[in-house]
């Protein structure tokens, strides 16, 4: 609208007492301009970031429909809400609706600008903030005064229909928009074994060994139970490092791509394809859709559309909140990757959308329901008259970690109660000490988990006569630096190696075996214990081949520049041990006893003893999770176990602490400061579950000299 079609549409409503509807065509140019600013803002910088990490949509499961409305909606909806904001301003009248307008242009122009300045000056958030406001005040100033302005926007009108075009009509979006699903091969031979396949994610092998090299037995009785029936193959390792490739990898049998989507189009030759002529499929993924639709229900999809849509809308939100902060606001928001670690792989200059795309599925999976899921896919395996392909992919022990060992939660919400706790770069030992600790915690669960599928497969009759096969798509690391999944030569020894359990059906002794045998070797495996014939080429080798048997290299594909990272197997030995030694001295064994893992920090002869009676001087902590105390029942789901807060005028860190219950100290720690955000000095300490009595407990934190 031209100033002066304002100005005479401001005369004419102040003639006749109310506003004129504005014209259609008005308010078409109002639309398109509201939505190429829209686009620019907004839509265009999500379409650039989904681009770069497709693993967004194929992590939760969205349907090409999905994928389409959703891209369709974030380009279409919000301009009209722009446009349906200025005709119920314009009630008021015509100018109230061309004020509101410019309004909302200055506002888009202003987003615009946040993310160029963010990018190209070194500046306060003030001045950020304040050159982006002057910016689009500027911009809506010319607008409503100089038609070149209007007439380029107009120009501009087709922008929006171009960007989503090219989004979803070009790789990699448009194998997920119109997808080409895998469909069921013929192998060779026939089997009547039911198939268990249970992939974890984030355990490295070294977290289940306990004394003489030995699996720890009594810390874990569930891989104990599978060890002793099963082949333990105790050096085996992954291929690659983020799960929406490790875990096509094990899918498949074939090595990571950088082209290669975790989609059933772009992995067609899957364990789900090969078996799904001879097996009925219970199948359940959680961070990848190998699975084609036609073959698989992906209950990723029960929900409702707009339950879907919402979470897609939260997250992506959040993700466009960190593009377009200011930094130091930026480090206050809520971390895109805290609960799933860069699983898109993109780079690190932009925020890790797959991180986020974890979440709902991702942050819906993590965050909540592990437990439920689990056990309900267990409770789909029956026996009948044809076999079963019983696989589960299970986001355990993996972050947040939330989970005591007999299944009881130490915290009421997946993530943080402060934000940054578990995923941040540390320079205090003693924080990174918890965070082993709370891995370990988790791995019980998972342990637990495992448990209970053992006692339902005795109880249906398929133990004996199953093939099991346990395994994790790769380890996690517990450097000072903030990436603790991004595998380099220097801490390979802790995510390289993974757990991998192989029992055949019938099989009733414990063997181990020492080949080096990779993740892509674990299809190929199946198909050899169960003497069929896939019919098509793999990457891998059964790990009982010669050429497995004989390696003496590990060869791993780095991450982004898929580079292969060799390293010779006698090397590996020693820095795995070192990682071992490390984990034992710090948390001890089973055969320590089940409070040993409590254990951890300084001044341990404190443990057991009356605070007060050591003349131990109360430190003020406003605890996180405080009115929890005042009403603890042991045998609920729930126990606030994890003592965490923030010290009341508290310094640099680095003190030390005892925690008591009750009078009793049970837990002692080191404060300690976070690496990125203004959270102040910090307390993060577990205490034993068993140190609380039913109702009100006393909780206190203690200085220690």
């Not at 100089?146 to 960007?163: H, I, N, Q, T, W």
């Not at 339950?307 to 992506?316: I, Y």
């Not at 989970?403 to 320079?427: C, E, H, M, T, V």
């Not at 789901?637 to 680095?654: E, K, M, T, W």
């Amino acid at each position: 609208m031209s100033t002066a079609e304002a100005a005479a549409g401001s005369e004419s409503a102040g003639r006749s007492g109310s506003a004129r509807r504005p014209p259609l065509r008005d308010l078409l140019w109002a639309y398109l301009g509201l939505a190429v600013l829209w686009t620019f803002a907004v839509a265009q910088p999500l379409f650039d970031l989904l681009k770069d990490n497709p693993e967004f949509f194929a992590a939760r499961g969205s349907s090409g429909f999905d994928v389409i409305s959703f891209s369709v909606m974030l380009v279409v909806l919000p301009p009209a809400l722009g446009v349906a904001i200025e005709l119920l301003v314009g009630l008021a009248g015509a100018r109230a609706r061309q004020v509101a307008h410019l309004v909302l242009i200055a506002g888009l122009v202003a987003l615009i600008a946040a993310q160029a300045l963010k990018k190209s000056i070194d500046a306060s958030d003030v001045v950020l903030i304040v050159l982006s406001v002057a910016i689009g005040a500027g911009v809506a100033a010319l607008y409503s005064r100089a038609e070149p302005v209007r007439s380029f926007l107009r120009v501009l009108s087709p922008a929006p229909v171009v960007f989503l075009a090219l989004f979803l009509f070009t790789d990699p979006i448009s194998k997920l928009a119109f997808p080409d699903e895998a469909q069921a091969r013929t192998i060779g031979g026939v089997t009547q074994a039911p198939i268990v396949v249970v992939l974890l994610d984030e355990l490295p092998s070294s977290t289940l060994i306990g004394e003489g090299d030995r699996l720890d037995t009594r810390r874990f009785p569930g891989f104990a139970e599978l060890a002793r029936n099963a082949t333990w193959f105790r050096n085996a390792y992954t291929v690659y490092d983020s799960t929406e490739r490790a875990q096509p990898a094990i899918m498949d049998g074939n090595l990571p791509a950088k082209d290669k989507l975790p989609t059933s189009s772009d992995h067609p030759n899957s364990i789900f394809s090969l078996f799904a002529k001879t097996h009925r499929l219970n199948v359940s993924e959680e961070a990848t859709s190998i699975c084609s639709r036609d073959l698989c229900q992906d209950q990723r999809l029960d929900e409702s559309y707009g339950t879907r849509l919402k979470s897609m809308s939260e997250d992506l939100g959040l993700v466009w909140l960190h593009v377009v902060s200011p930094p130091d606001m930026e480090a206050d928001l809520a971390s895109v990757s805290e609960n799933w670690g860069n699983f898109g792989g993109a780079s690190e200059v932009k925020p890790n959308l797959g991180s986020t795309g974890a979440e709902r599925n991702t942050r819906a999976n993590l965050n909540g329901g592990r437990e439920a899921r689990f056990e309900g896919w267990i409770e789909q395996i029956r026996p009948g008259s044809r076999p079963s392909l019983n696989f589960k992919h299970t986001l355990l022990p993996h972050v947040p970690w939330q989970y005591l060992p007999d299944a009881r939660r130490y915290r009421r919400q997946a993530n943080d109660a402060i934000p940054g706790l578990s995923n941040q770069a540390f320079k205090w030992q003693s924080q990174l000490n918890v965070l082993l600790q709370r891995h370990f915690l988790q791995t019980g669960f998972a342990d637990h988990e495992l448990q209970e599928l053992w006692k339902h497969l005795k109880r249906e009759g398929l133990w004996d006569k199953s093939l099991i096969v346990v395994a994790a798509d790769h380890g996690v690391a517990f450097p000072q630096a903030r990436e603790r999944r991004r595998l380099t030569r220097a801490n390979a020894a802790e995510i390289a190696p993974v757990p991998l359990f192989v029992k055949a059906p019938g099989q009733k002794r414990a063997k181990t075996d020492d080949a080096w045998v990779s993740t892509i070797d674990i299809l190929p495996t199946i198909f050899d214990v169960l003497n069929l014939n896939p019919r098509v080429k793999m990457d891998g080798r059964s790990a009982y081949s010669d050429e497995v048997q004989q390696r003496q290299t590990l060869h791993i594909l780095l991450r982004n520049s898929f580079e292969k990272l060799d390293i010779p197997a006698a090397d590996f030995v020693r820095e795995q041990q070192r990682i071992i030694d490390r984990n034992q001295a710090l948390l001890g064994t089973g055969s320590d006893g089940g409070g040993r893992i409590y254990r951890v920090g300084p001044h341990q002869a404190l443990l057991g003893k009356s605070a007060d009676e050591e003349g131990l001087q109360p430190l003020d902590v406003d605890l996180a999770y405080g009115p929890d105390y005042e009403n603890v029942q042991p045998d609920s789901p729930f126990v606030p176990a994890h003592v965490v807060g923030r010290v009341q005028d508290g310094g640099d860190g680095g003190r030390d602490i005892a925690v008591a219950v009750n009078g009793k100290i049970v837990g002692v720690g080191e404060t300690f400061t976070l690496a990125v955000g203004d959270e102040g000095e910090l307390v993060s300490v577990l205490v034993p579950p068993e140190s609380f009595r039913r109702g009100r407990n006393d909780m206190r934190v203690y200085l220690v000299p």
